[in-house]
Nanobody, 118 residues
Framework: QVQLVESGGGLVQAGGSLRLSCAAS????????MGWYRQAPGKQRELVAI??????NYADSVKGRFTISRDNAKNTLSLQMNSLKPDDTGEYYC?????????????WGQGTQVTVSS
């Protein structure tokens, strides 16, 4: 079992920056992928960035502005968000995937709100 707790959300003006953090606890050693998703009101949850297995992928809308990083020693996942836009507003969720006994498990955090004002 893995628990994920996000932090770092808040209100920021357009063009500003925020750094989100996700603290993972529990059975963290078998986590193979971690990522950030977001959901704006009235929209579907979408992938923002994901990292694992030596690969990193970003949504087209955040490429060049967001950077995902994982600190295995601290069991944390971060998302550095620069040049924020109002369209970045939403609830941001940390996601983790792990493999155990040839089964894949998916975990979600409770989310942290990011609001970008114009």
């Amino acid at each position: 079992q893995v628990q994920l707790v996000e932090s770092g959300g808040g209100l920021v003006q357009a063009g500003g920056s925020l750094r989100l953090s996700c603290a993972a606890s529990g059975s963290v050693f078998n986590i193979v992928m971690m990522g950030w998703y977001r959901q704006a009101p009235g929209k579907q949850r979408e992938l923002v960035a994901i990292t694992g297995g030596g690969t990193t992928n970003y949504a087209d809308s955040v490429k060049g502005r967001f950077t995902i990083s994982r600190d295995n020693a601290k069991n944390t996942l971060s998302l550095q968000m620069n040049s924020l836009k109002p369209d970045d507003t939403g609830e941001y969720y940390c996601n983790a995937r792990l493999v155990s006994v040839n089964r894949e498990y998916v975990y979600w955090g409770q989310g942290t709100q990011v609001t970008v004002s114009s």
